[in-house]
């Protein structure tokens, strides 16, 4: 069975500090893992996916497949920041994703 | 820049009762998806729908609920008697062509249903 888990609900940071938000997934074959971040009164919107290999708002993730796991990084938070989180997967050649549960990310000044 | 919208933003409505939430996705995408998230927890996924017809589709995407898309433009979603738990916040998608990766979904902004 597909499944994401992101073990932190809310990750309280101060401004400048680093960020990394924890995914973790199951699935047996060839998953494609995406982070999507919802600001506040915002829609869900593609943050990077991991063939994309790209850094996005000066965040990274990497997909380790040996620990199936895929977590977001920011070396230096901002408040602006401050969102809803969301991992999610799919597999390749199917186009469902399944989410996990998500993390608030809340960057203080 | 293009964008998937949903109406209404809020539907209230009685148990039993039909409802129709309606999503206009981006005109040239060719995949559409409804997901939904009851309050406090994950987003699901319910159906996709490819070529007119439902590609593949969740078990929560039970009897009761069906999916259209009437006029090639507009893409609605149907629960023919609402339960209690139907309660959420629905959200459409779309995306391009996806034919051996998984293509960028859009997300409209949700409609939250509340079944009373």
């Known amino acids: 069975a597909q499944r994401v888990t992101q073990p932190e609900k809310l990750l309280s940071v101060f401004k400048g500090a680093p960020v990394e938000l924890k995914c973790n997934y199951s699935?047996?074959?060839?998953?494609?893992l995406f982070w999507y971040v919802q600001y506040s009164r915002q829609r869900l919107q593609l943050l990077l996916r991991h063939i994309s290999r790209e850094s996005i708002k000066g965040f990274t993730a990497d997909l380790n497949k040996g620990e199936t796991s895929f977590h977001l990084k920011k070396p230096f938070a901002q408040e602006e920041d401050s969102a809803m989180y969301y991992c999610a997967l799919s597999s390749r050649g199917f186009q469902k994703l399944v989410f996990g549960t998500g993390t608030r990310l809340l960057v203080s000044p | 820049e293009p964008e998937v919208t949903q109406t209404p933003s809020h539907q209230v409505t009685q148990m039993g009762q039909e409802v129709i939430l309606r999503c206009v996705p981006i005109s040239n995408h060719l995949y559409f998806y409804w997901y939904r998230q009851i309050l406090g927890q994950k987003v699901e996924f319910l159906v996709s729908?490819?070529?007119?017809?439902?590609?593949?589709k969740s078990e929560i995407f039970d009897d009761q609920f069906s999916v259209e898309r009437p006029d090639g433009s507009n893409f609605t979603l149907k629960i023919r008697s609402t339960k209690l738990e139907d309660s959420a916040m629905y959200f459409c998608?779309?995306?391009?062509?996806?034919?051996?990766?998984?293509?960028?979904?859009?997300f409209g902004p949700g409609t939250r249903l509340t079944v009373l």
């Open positions: 998608a779309s995306s391009g062509k996806g034919i051996t990766s998984t293509d960028t979904q859009y």
């Open positions: 729908f490819y070529n007119n017809e439902i590609s593949e």
């Open positions: 699935y047996s074959g060839s998953p494609e």
